[in-house]
């Protein structure tokens, strides 16, 4: 047997909940062509969960895998993908992922494992205790019913504060499709929570003494690296910062990239000044403060620093301390976190008192992290907050709560804006209590199913920014006319996609965007401006097709795709242009398995395929087009009346977006009336056996053989 | 010095015995600070005779009187826990990405500080505070290479750091347990201790944090700042111990002035 | 003499401030009053001379100030939009003027009016309002325009490169991205 390649930590860990057996299998051996993540998941539930098992069954498995590059110094390499048949899918159960940053990935590789795969169900709590080969499961009765910031400290005592948990709170033991797994206090995998308290599983915690081994040489390793640091921008690789600065020639309001020297971190004690060169490569994680992006100026004063997953320099989380909340609503004043999850409490208020940057919104934010990570409760991007806004202005919560619930809810605070309402909706959730705590916890599958709405009327409704099957649009047609709604398509949860929204935001004016998108993709005609979308072309399709295969990529090495790809860069010297090649640079030197562009990228198209037939297969419909790769309907309208393809409008067209769907399959080679992989996609990317089993089901395009006779 | 009832006495514990002006002690209750069971097993991995070879090899004690030339100062405050610093260490190092080689150490306060969980008010759980854990190139006498029965700590020659030679070390701990602030490190793999050395005046530590959060700074002593956490094991192998510390005065004291 | 006209330009960027052909050739002198080699011959110190030098060099740039004098920097360490930032200061209509018209033909996008209240602008409400006026009433700024996004602020575009209705739409997605993680 060939010694493991770099980068690898070898061994897969399965472990049968319901047998309480744990074995190991070797990664490479069984995994290496899906290379890990979520390959590494739609591959497990491809080979060993049959079509329409439901989440909660114990039949379903839990995969939680990082990467090859995940554990090492690349920079933004600290990801773990959680895979598995997602709950709060509507109205089937498909395959979804989660995704966590935190110290998770890299710990469960120091302790030998690059997966591990949760089969079955216990009996009574458990926790798994994963210890370099040492592999336990310990009772967990005493943390069932534990918030996660208890549990994650009682496991801490056990095994040593270096140790890393992944825990549920009360929302996943009581199998809310809205549930969290969380580690490092604010890293929250979505949707996946459930799945684990079916189980009985209440926590993982894993402590490694080992390390990665880098199979390339090391001054070439050290090169690459330090090559990737000079490249980076700031969160979502703004490679322009927020102000006019003496090092770069342009700026961006809208940037990210917040860290203007003279800011202070004004909760550290003493407070830290941001000085220097915004270059500087020992000054990037002052570049970000996500706090002060989404919460105004006086986030700055409240800022102890930032946080974030292993070896990232981005440091997207902040740790924020705002005394006024402990005094007010008897919390603790540090709180931590980033993006929807920082804004988890502000976006449950349709006004607030001084406004979505004023006290109540950061007092609001501040409960909302602390009580959502600690219950362990998803937001599905924000799907919750706008489906509890439209329930109660549509007058839904009051025919369908009971009298006495509703008359217990506390409306006038949340009309009024004031966060306490928070301390009694947040545990309402948390607990999955009455009707509302039920039902908002289900997903917007709860007012579907259990309240009787159709989806026609999210569908049509603009505010709700529904999608479909459940979950709503994440970077469509918004920031990226057509290519945002190719990419919205294809998953069977919110597409947690941002290779593309990462360069369209990136802050450089629109010259530079279609010089360096000629180059990476062909032409530049392959972006538009925002609002300024243009009739579909090729171009566009290859560009949604490479940010699709590069999320997909990213979720396989452990990479960020909130970070990367790193397609443009700060530099003027070089033109702005970042590296499209860099992950399979990476790749190569870890492993020592020399893989250029083309041959990773082929790897991710490989476990983007493997995605589709399993959505093909547990669907067991293959007109995905018709039934799976939906647009909804206020996508199509405007609610002034402006055409598509006028400036200022985000109107798509109904003939054009066929017009992309139809160039997207071909790129892909695609059945063009289906959306669905022919035999030969699947063979050419050494599916063959995934393609047969479909086939065999006349799932494959070209009658039931697909053509292959 | 023989006693009826236990193995006989290795000379070496004899002679630190005397030098430390215990032998009586040792006469009366047998061996100072190694029991019987200690000394059969200590016999069975063959330190003892390892210790003694060593003892033979190494020579007199290597005592380093001179200080480093330059320290590593950490802010807590800037720190993000990036772990960057743990990284480049034992990937410069030791040519893997294991930050449980990593010769600065923050993996061990990031999440509880360093009181541990539940203990304390630092770490990201607590107030957000991470205390780096950096060696502070001990002056005169170097806990960790005063330990060491090979003299295998030994001067770095371009920063003067206080460095394990590779070759020499035989893999005892007795470093690890002598340093009051847990720095050293032990590699299982190899069986060899490892700390600080200063990365030969450019510590990849400070290149790597993107906090700025790390300098490297001319040195100064910093012992008598801040808790030491570690109850630490002294140790003085060899026939003379450290003459500076136990021989007595060399000069006649100034007689006391009334005015 | 090339070297010491660098090193003054170098100076004088890395300080943050643009340098005009007399403080180079004052910098020149200071810097000639150490050198063994004595003061360099008159003939080299005429504005011709000296303006020739470091047109050549191409560590330096050069631009026309509002003043019509030269200005000199390193675009390596004072970037050419921060430098004509730097040398409008003195006039706050024709600096936020051309800002917004940069703004609005290279990205393109408003901008919001709080831009102008941050470095290095540094301007306050009073002087914003006041330089607005003005622009108002210059003809030659009858370009100059805003629009109101729907949470109240104000973004300044001109009319000459982005039409009203995608300055409104960008103004409203400006407005968005932090509702828009």
């Known amino acids: 047997m060939a010694s493991t390649p770099g980068g690898f930590a070898g061994k897969v860990l399965r472990v049968d909940l319901s047998t309480g057996r744990t074995s190991t299998e070797d990664t490479v051996e069984r995994y290496a062509d899906v290379l890990g993540g979520t390959g590494l998941g739609y591959r497990v539930l491809w080979d060993e969960v049959p079509a329409g098992t439901k989440p909660f069954d114990p039949a379903n498995k839990l995969v939680f895998a990082t990467g090859v590059l995940a554990g090492t110094s690349v920079p933004c390499s600290g990801r773990t993908a959680i895979t598995t048949v997602f709950p709060s899918c509507w109205p089937r159960a498909l395959v979804g992922s989660g995704h966590m940053g935190g110290q998770f990935a890299a710990k469960l590789k120091y302790a030998g494992y690059d997966a591990v795969i949760l089969e079955g169900r216990a009996e009574r709590p458990v926790w798994l205790f994963i210890r370099d080969g040492r592999v336990e499961l310990r009772d967990a009765a005493r943390l069932w019913g534990h918030g996660i910031r208890r549990a994650t400290l009682e496991i801490s005592q056990e095994m040593g504060a270096d140790c890393c948990v992944a825990a549920i709170g009360q929302a996943g033991e009581k199998l809310a499709p809205l549930a969290t797994v969380v580690n490092s206090l604010s890293h929250s995998a979505g949707g996946v929570g459930g799945v684990m308290g079916s189980k009985n599983l209440k926590a993982i915690g894993v402590q490694g003494s080992g390390g990665v081994r880098i199979a390339g040489d090391m001054e070439q390793w050290g090169r690459l690296v330090r090559f990737h640091l000079s490249i980076l921008g700031a969160n979502n690789q703004h490679v322009v910062p927020a102000f006019p600065s003496r090092e770069a020639e342009y700026y961006n309001p809208g940037s990210r990239w917040v860290g203007e020297p003279g800011r202070r971190w004004g909760a550290a004690e003493p407070p830290v000044e941001i000085t220097g060169s915004i270059r500087d490569m020992n000054r990037i994680a002052y570049r970000t403060n996500s706090a002060a992006f989404f919460l105004g100026e006086r986030a700055w004063k409240h800022t102890v620093r930032g946080n974030g997953c292993t070896s990232c320099p981005v440091r997207c989380h902040t740790t924020l301390k705002v005394p006024a909340v402990a005094a007010k609503y008897g919390v603790r004043d540090t709180a931590q976190g980033t993006c929807i999850a920082l804004n988890f409490g502000r976006f449950f208020f349709p006004t607030l008192p001084d406004g979505p940057k004023g006290q109540a919104a950061l007092e609001a934010c501040m409960l909302g992290m602390i009580m959502a990570d600690d219950m362990g409760i998803w937001s599905n991007y924000g799907q919750l907050q706008r489906d509890f806004i439209k329930l109660f202005k549509d007058g839904v919560l009051k025919a369908k709560l009971g009298a006495a619930e509703y008359a217990a809810i506390p409306w006038d605070k949340w009309r009024a804006g004031d966060p306490a309402f928070l301390l009694d909706l947040v545990p309402r959730i948390g607990e999955r209590r009455g009707e509302l705590g039920f039902v908002l916890g289900e997903g917007v599958g709860g007012p579907f199913d259990r309240w009787g709405i159709a989806e026609e009327t999210w569908e049509a409704d603009h505010a709700t920014t529904y999608w479909k099957m459940g979950h709503p649009k994440h970077h469509a047609n918004e920031d990226d006319g057509q290519c945002g709604v190719i990419i919205n398509t294809q998953y069977n949860r919110d597409a947690q996609c941002h290779s593309h929204t990462n360069f369209v935001r990136n802050g450089l004016p629109l010259h530079e965007q279609k010089r360096l998108a000629g180059e990476i993709w062909g032409s530049p005609d392959s972006v538009d401006a925002p609002g300024q979308y243009t009739p579909m072309n090729p171009h566009k399709a290859r560009r949604a097709k490479w940010a699709l295969l590069r999320k997909e990529l990213h979720d396989c090495l452990g990479l960020c795709n909130w970070m990367g790809p790193w397609v443009a860069s700060p530099l003027k010297e070089r033109g702005y242009r970042g590296d499209n090649s860099l992950e399979s640079r990476f790749y190569s030197l870890a492993t020592g398995r020399a893989l250029d562009r083309e041959g990773l990228d082929e790897a991710g198209e490989r476990v983007f395929t493997l995605h589709r037939a399993l959505t093909i297969r547990d669907m067991g419909a293959r007109d995905m087009r018709a039934l799976h790769d939906r647009v909804p309907r206020w996508v199509y309208e405007d609610p002034k009346g402006a055409q598509p393809f006028t400036p200022g409008a985000i109107r798509m067209d109904r003939a054009d977006m066929a017009l992309a769907m139809d160039q997207f399959y071909a790129l892909m080679g695609w059945d063009k009336d289906t959306g669905a992989p022919t035999r030969e996609a699947y063979a050419r990317l050494g599916l063959d056996d995934v393609g047969r089993e479909l086939a065999a089901k006349g799932l494959v395009p070209g009658g039931k053989d697909g053509g292959q006779g | ?259 | 003499m090339k070297r010491a006209v660098l090193v003054a330009v170098r100076a004088s960027s890395r300080a943050g401030r643009l340098i005009g052909l007399a403080d180079v050739r004052a910098a020149v002198l200071a810097l000639a009053a150490e050198s063994p080699d004595g003061p360099p011959d008159q003939a080299e110190l005429t504005d011709e001379r000296l303006a020739g030098l470091l047109a050549a060099h191409p560590g330096v740039a050069a631009f026309a100030s509002v003043s019509g004098e030269a200005l000199y920097h390193a675009p390596d360490l004072l970037s050419r939009t921060y430098a004509r930032i730097l040398d409008r200061r003195g006039s706050p209509a024709l600096l936020m003027a051309e800002e917004i018209r940069a703004n609005s033909r290279d990205y393109p996008r408003p901008v919001p009016v709080e831009l102008f209240e941050a470095e290095p602008f540094g301007l306050s409400r009073a002087d914003i309002e006041a330089a607005l006026k003005t622009l108002a009433a210059d003809p030659e700024c009858a370009d100059i325009s805003f629009v109101e996004s729907s949470g109240g602020a104000a973004f300044l575009f001109s009319e000459r490169f982005l039409p009203r209705g995608y300055a409104q739409f960008l103004a409203e997605r400006a407005e968005s991205l932090a509702e828009n993680p």
């Open chain 2, 1 to 259: 010095m023989k006693h009826g009832k236990h193995p006989p006495v290795p000379d070496f514990v004899a002679q630190a015995a005397q030098a430390a002006g215990l032998e009586t002690e040792l006469s009366r209750r047998g061996f100072l600070f190694l029991s019987a069971g200690a000394v059969a097993s200590v016999a069975a991995l063959g330190l003892c005779d390892a210790l003694a070879a060593g003892r033979k090899k190494a020579g007199p004690p290597l005592v380093i009187l001179d200080n480093a030339r330059g320290v590593l100062l950490a802010d807590p405050a800037r720190c993000v826990g990036c772990l960057r610093c743990e990284l480049a260490c034992s990937e410069h190092n030791d040519g893997r990405a294991q930050p449980s080689l990593s010769r600065i150490k923050v993996s061990r306060a990031l999440a509880y500080g360093l009181e541990g969980p539940g203990q304390g008010r630092h770490g990201a759980w607590g107030d957000g505070l991470v205390v780096q854990g950096v060696c502070r190139q001990c002056p005169h006498p170097v806990p960790c290479a005063t330990a060491c029965p090979q003299n295998a700590i030994v001067l770095d020659p371009d920063t003067g750091a206080r460095v394990v030679d590779d070759a020499a070390c035989i893999g005892c701990r007795l470093c690890q347990r002598a340093c009051p602030w847990g720095m050293l490190v032990f590699d299982e793999a190899r069986q060899k201790s490892s700390k600080c050395f200063l990365c030969h005046g450019r510590p990849k530590c400070v290149e790597a944090c993107p906090a700025a959060a790390l300098r490297f700074v001319p040195w100064r002593d910093l012992t008598r700042e801040g808790p030491a956490p570690l109850a630490t094991l002294s140790v003085t192998p060899g026939a003379t111990a450290c003459v500076d510390c136990h021989a007595p005065a060399l000069k006649a004291p100034r007689p006391k002035t009334t005015r």
